[in-house]
C-alpha cells in the first residue's frame, strides 16, 4: 500500500523540478489534488500558472486539455455539442475539452458569465449535460483557473457561487533570487517540462483520495473549524462570510494537510495552515470596514482570537 506521505514528497519534488522555489503554493496544489478540488491560481502573468497546471498533469499521467478563455468563447465550446450526422442519420455528440482529466481555463474572467457557468455544473456534479443527456466526467477531474487580479479592462469578474466551487486560490508570487537564478540556470537548454516523468498512475491517487477521508479529525478540531468559518459570518468588517461549502474544505483540506505530513490525524496547525487558501477568496469585505486591509489579514486576526484547541 502507497503511503500518503512518501507519494506527496515524490510528487512535490518531481513538480518542483518546474516551479522552483515555491514549496508551500505545490503543497497547496497537492492537498487540492487529494481533497479532490479545484484550483484558482491568481497571480500575474508570467509567474508558472499555466506551467504548473501542465506539470502536475504529467506528473499524475492524467490527460490535459487547456482553454484559452475569450469574450466570444461559447459554453459549447467547453462541454461539447451534438452534431447531426448525414452519415449515420442521427445527432452524434462531440466532447469539448472539460472531458478531460486536468482541464486548465486560462484567463477565466475573460468569457462571458454565460460561458463561465458552464463550468457550474462540472466543477461540483463532475458531469457534464447536453440536450438534455447527462455525461459523466473522468475521474480524477480537477479545473485549474487562472486569472490576472492586476488588469480589468475586458474582463467579468467570477460570481461568488463560482468562486466558491474552488476548494483552494494559491498565489505563486514572484520567485526569490537564488530561486529566479536556478530557473534561467534549468532552461539553458531546454524546459525541464519536458523531461518530467510520471511519479503515480491515476489510478493510484483515486485510492489516495479515498484514505485521505479516513484521516482522524477529533471532535474539538471540528468545533474548532466551525467557529472559525461562523466568525467570518459575524465579523463587522465583511460584508459576506464563508459559506459551509468553506467549512467542509477547512474540513477536507486539514485532513490533507496531516497526510501530507505523514500523520493519520489532524492538529491544529493544519487548519491554521491552509484556512487562507479555502476561506479567503469566499469572503466578501465591506469596503471602508477593512481599513486597508485584506480578508487574508481578517481571517489572522480571527485566528489569532479564536481559542485553539488543547
Known amino acids: 500500500m502507497l503511503l500518503i506521505g512518501e507519494v506527496s514528497r515524490r510528487l512535490m519534488g518531481n513538480i518542483e523540478k518546474v ?20 484550483i484558482l491560481l491568481e497571480d ?13 498533469a504529467r506528473s499524475l499521467g492524467c490527460s490535459f486539455s487547456r482553454i484559452q478563455f475569450t ?32 482541464l486548465l481555463a486560462d484567463e477565466i474572467n475573460r468569457a462571458s458569465p454565460r460561458t463561465q457557468s458552464a463550468l457550474l455544473e462540472c466543477m461540483e456534479e463532475r458531469q457534464v449535460t447536453v440536450d438534455g443527456i447527462t455525461r459523466p466526467l473522468p475521474r480524477p477531474f ?26 483552494l486560490r494559491v498565489r505563486l508570487g514572484y520567485p526569490d ?37 479516513e484521516v482522524h479529525l477529533d471532535d474539538s478540531i471540528r468545533e474548532y473549524i466551525v467557529n472559525l468559518v461562523r466568525s467570518t459570518r459575524e465579523n463587522g468588517a465583511l460584508f459576506l462570510g464563508a459559506s459551509p461549502r468553506g467549512s467542509l474544505g477547512l474540513f477536507r ?3 490533507a494537510m496531516a497526510a501530507i ?28 470596514g477593512l481599513k486597508g486591509n485584506s ?16
Not at 516551479?19 to 479545484?38: F, N, T
Not at 480578508?295 to 488543547?310: G, H, N, Q, R
Request: aromatic share 4%; net charge negative.
Open 253 to 255: 483540506g486539514a485532513q
Open 44 to 56: 500575474v502573468p508570467g509567474v508558472g500558472k499555466t506551467m504548473l497546471a501542465r506539470a502536475v
Open 19 to 38: 516551479i522552483i522555489g515555491k514549496h508551500d503554493e505545490v503543497r497547496q496544489v497537492l492537498v487540492a489534488l487529494l481533497c479532490e478540488g479545484h
Open 261 to 288: 505530513e505523514g500523520r493519520d490525524y489532524v492538529i491544529p496547525d493544519d487548519v491554521k495552515n491552509i484556512a487562507a487558501p479555502v476561506l479567503a477568496h469566499r469572503m466578501i469585505g465591506r469596503g471602508d
Open 142 to 167: 480537477m479545473v485549474i483557473a487562472t486569472q490576472n487580479p492586476i488588469e480589468y479592462e475586458g474582463t467579468f469578474p467570477l460570481p461568488e457561487g463560482q468562486l466558491d466551487r474552488f476548494l
Open 177 to 213: 533570487f537564488a530561486s529566479e537564478n536556478e530557473m534561467l540556470l534549468s532552461q539553458r537548454l531546454r524546459h525541464p517540462i519536458e523531461e518530467l516523468e510520471q511519479v503515480i498512475t491515476h489510478e493510484e491517487l483515486l485510492d489516495l483520495q479515498h484514505r485521505v477521508r
Open 71 to 102: 469574450p466570444d468563447l461559447l459554453p459549447s465550446d467547453i462541454v461539447g455539442v451534438s452534431i447531426y450526422s448525414q452519415k449515420s442519420g442521427d445527432f452524434e455528440f462531440r466532447p469539448g475539452p472539460v472531458h478531460h482529466q486536468i
Open 295 to 310: 480578508c487574508e489579514d481578517v481571517l489572522k486576526e480571527l485566528l489569532s482570537k479564536i481559542p485553539v484547541p488543547a
